[in-house]
């Protein structure tokens, strides 16, 4: 199956998507905001830029999206129909990159929460998943 936009068109919907304060990601910042905590944005210092960190809980917030990062069971994720090698190729290397970037902050004694776009659908369980998160962070530190 060929695309069904020209070569240049499709450069041009690429060259759009951002990797960085995306709509999913200000919502997750809001919400946190909100909640009454502070937090830094794109630490180029720890392994793969994580979206948001909480130095004071140690911890970091990837907000991926479910297509980009292959959510597992998500029908966002699904692979495209036309360059399906090429997707393929890309997609698994964007999960492998994600599980060694975080592997990489667990040894420096980080933790990870990964918030999946489709997440967004139910902020009150996003919600309470963070509050809970932040609170076992906050007990494990003391």
């Not at 997750?28 to 130095?55: A, E, K, N, Q, T």
Request: hydrophobic residues 35%; positive net charge; proline residues 5%.
């Amino acid at each position: 199956m060929t695309d069904v936009v020209t070569p240049e068109e499709r450069s041009r919907i690429m060259a759009a998507v951002r990797s960085r304060d995306t709509a999913p990601e200000k919502s997750v910042r809001s919400l946190l905001h909100r909640m009454g905590y502070r937090f830094r944005l794109h630490r180029r210092d720890l392994p793969g830029c994580p979206d948001i960190v909480l130095p004071r809980f140690r911890l970091v917030i990837f907000v991926h999206g479910c297509f980009w990062h292959r959510h597992p069971g998500c029908g966002l994720a699904r692979i495209p129909k036309t360059r399906v090698r090429f997707w393929t190729d890309k997609l698994e290397g964007n999960r492998a990159r994600d599980l060694r970037n975080q592997a990489g902050l667990r040894d420096l004694g980080w933790s990870v929460l990964v918030v999946w776009e489709c997440e967004l659908r139910d902020m009150e369980l996003l919600d309470d998943r963070i509050r809970d998160t932040l609170k076992a962070r906050e007990s494990e530190i003391g």
